[in-house]
């Protein structure tokens, strides 16, 4: 896999380094998701990159931003609306808790609820002030969190939603390059015949 754990970590957060380092590593992704097997394992490459490529990597250490007991932590998935879009199901987990692969939520609830009925990118960067906020992750709450949509045309698939648990680590930044690589994810998902291995794993 493609290590991607030395991006973003300037001492101070240079955005157009960011988006150079992005583009970059979008066109590695693209190259290596297309061999993978299948189609999760094409996502796992998505959500790998993301988990260490978004996210302000010092505003952890800015007073508030993590509270007692916390510590910069990040996670990445994917959620797919089952065939009868009564769903989300996780695929391509990073730093999920392990029993949570392949899980499935109700498609109404929270954040991911609402992603599936509106459809487009979703910025919280800061969960604290937001109370419609429900934890998901059992890794840690997320205080900071992407959300971008994998579809195509008026076709809804799923979506992607990276998380930080210090709070105002995703920026509008953050998710402009999240939705690219949401826009790539769709690409990779129809032609690695995703909707039937969805199926399959349920």
């Not at 930080?164 to 509008?172: D, F, P, V």
């Amino acid at each position: 896999m493609l290590n991607h754990s030395e991006v973003g970590q300037q001492t101070q957060r240079d955005v157009a380094s960011f988006n150079k380092n992005a583009a970059r590593i979008l066109e590695e992704v693209a190259l290596e998701a297309d061999a993978a097997e299948n189609a999760e394992d094409a996502i796992q490459v998505v959500t790998l990159a993301l988990v260490n490529l978004l996210g302000d990597r010092n505003v952890h250490l800015q007073p508030g931003n993590l509270k007692k007991g916390e510590f910069q932590q990040f996670a990445c998935g994917a959620l797919f609306l089952t065939p009868d879009r009564i769903s989300n199901q996780l695929i391509a987990p990073i730093n999920y808790h392990p029993d949570q692969l392949h899980m499935t939520l109700d498609a109404t609830i929270g954040h991911p609820g609402w992603m599936v009925k509106n459809q487009k990118p979703l910025l919280l960067a800061n969960t604290d002030l937001d109370k419609s906020f429900v934890k998901i992750l059992r890794t840690f709450r997320a205080g900071s969190v992407c959300y971008a949509p994998i579809k195509s045309g008026n076709t809804y698939f799923g979506q992607i939603i990276c998380a930080a648990q210090g709070r105002n680590t995703m920026t509008e930044d953050d998710l402009a390059v999240h939705t690219s690589f949401c826009q790539l994810a769709t690409t990779l998902w129809v032609a690695k015949d995703g909707p039937n291995f969805l199926k399959s794993i349920n």
